[in-house]
């Protein structure tokens, strides 16, 4: 955002009796999400305000629920900005080749292990399991290389890959008396391509009376994200169900005033 709502009387054309416009209640929404992002709401908080600001009528309903969040910088709303127009592809290449990797491999031998959060993987990573599990997070994970190659091999155990939607992932591991391929799940999007820019992750290996499972889950953020967007979908359907009926309430209003006049609107509303 590059501006802030005034919030003071007597501004020319802005007073708080002002109505609010629907670019106003996003750029108030926008400033909710942000302060969120960075810790300064709680989730409670945050769908409290949002609510609030999606019902706003007037430039004094929205003031108060920013009053005490700092004003944001243009350049953040910028980049902001960019983002959402680029998409991933920006975000994968500050992923990819920045830097050396935090882990080549990993065992757990009846026990587990766990790969997660921010991490650099290898352009080559070896999991092995036997008689217990491992997992691999690739959410928020960073790449030595464009191309990295996860062997897994899992006995009387399993190995669990988890991978963003939009990453570009291969499976060509086999199982026996075991499993090994991708497992659906509520996050996959059939047929979807992964973004330009991804990286290119291709798991192999084999299974013995265990598995190996690719599952597709969104990023936190993401999942956040559509969450904030379903209940803002919500709250317009909402509001535009109260001013529907608002409107059909005001028609027959101006159709009893035509038939009966003025004098007895009151008594038979």
């Known amino acids: 955002m590059t501006s802030e709502l005034p919030d003071r009387r007597g501004s020319e054309g802005h007073s708080p009796e002002t109505r609010a416009s629907d670019a106003e209640r996003e750029q108030i929404a926008e400033r909710l999400r942000e302060a969120m992002a960075e810790g300064r709401l709680d989730m409670e908080e ?3 305000r949002l609510g609030l600001a999606y019902r706003a009528r ?8 920013v009053r005490d969040l700092p004003r944001p910088a243009a350049a953040k709303a910028a980049g902001v900005a960019a983002s959402t127009a680029h998409g991933a592809e920006g975000a ?3 992923r990819v080749g920045r830097g050396p990797a935090t882990s080549t491999g990993a065992f757990g031998v009846m026990g587990g292990f766990g790969r997660k959060g921010n991490w650099t993987i ?3 990573f070896l999991a092995v399991v ?4 491992g997992e691999i997070d690739l959410r928020e994970a960073r790449f030595e290389e464009p191309v990295t190659v996860v062997r897994c091999f899992a006995v009387m155990g399993g190995v669990q890959v988890t991978a963003p939607p939009d990453l570009d992932v291969e499976v060509r591991g086999f199982g026996f008396m075991g499993g090994f391929g991708e497992v659906p799940g509520k996050d996959d999007v059939p047929g979807a391509d992964p973004d330009p820019g991804s990286p290119k992750v291709i798991v192999t290996g084999f299974a013995l009376m ?3 499972g690719v599952e597709r889950k969104l ?3 993401e999942r956040r994200r559509l969450k904030e967007e379903r209940r803002r979908e919500r709250l317009e359907a909402g509001r535009e169900t109260y001013e529907d009926r608002m409107a059909r309430h005001e028609e027959r209003r101006a159709a009893h005033r035509e038939r009966h006049g003025r004098g007895g609107l009151d008594k038979d509303l």
Do not use: N
């Open 210 to 212: 265990g598995g190996v």
């Open 219 to 221: 990023r936190k953020e």
């Open 122 to 124: 290898g352009r080559r």
């Open 92 to 94: 994968w290449a500050d």
């Open 46 to 48: 945050f769908d409290e």
């Open 130 to 133: 036997f008689m217990g599990g």
């Open 58 to 65: 007037t430039h004094g309903d929205l003031v108060p629920l």
